[in-house]
């Protein structure tokens, strides 16, 4: 039986869209689609390369490349990670979820050079459980010097590969 908060979650997912979404971006990808716990769904064998994950979710939808059923016993807290990023898409009220997740990931990337050791919704999933390494932050600094290096080197037609004499 599904707790109240499950119901919710379902409910906010499929009226916000993010589930149909899900149910799209699954079936589009070749995925077999079937009832999961939790009242989410388990779309696995998806045939697509993006996004590059083990799993993803979207709305209520978890989607893997892989077989779920053997994922899961192998990693038996991912679908605890993937159910709380279905609580966060219901949260974010669906499709604002993409934007604020992206942009939290090139937060992490320009911090740590990894896209989720500090993105705010992969450490609030749980890392470990989601199979990220917690890396330790870098001076933001030198980052934004070598960013600003490279436009600059870019407009000045430094990265031009020479042409062949």
Aim: charged share 25%; with cysteine; aromatic share 8%.
């Amino acid at each position: 039986m599904a707790t109240r908060a499950e119901r919710g979650r379902h409910l906010l997912n499929w009226v916000n869209l993010s589930t149909p979404l899900g149910l799209t971006v699954a079936a589009l990808g070749g995925a077999r689609i079937r009832r999961g716990p939790s009242r989410c769904y388990l779309a696995d064998h998806y045939r697509w390369s993006f996004p590059v994950a083990g799993a993803f979710t979207v709305g209520d939808v978890v989607v893997s490349r892989h077989d779920l059923d053997r994922l899961l016993a192998h990693r038996p807290g991912l679908l605890d990670h993937e159910l709380t990023h279905s609580r966060q898409w219901a949260v974010c009220l669906g499709l604002p979820f993409l934007p604020l997740y992206l942009a939290s990931m090139g937060w992490s990337w320009l911090r740590t050079g990894d896209r989720a050791a500090r993105c705010v919704f992969e450490r609030h999933a749980g890392l470990e459980r989601g199979g990220y390494l917690d890396v330790p932050t870098r001076p933001l600094g030198p980052v934004l010097a070598r960013g600003v290096r490279r436009v600059r080197d870019r407009a000045r037609g430094r990265d031009r590969i020479p042409s062949a004499v």
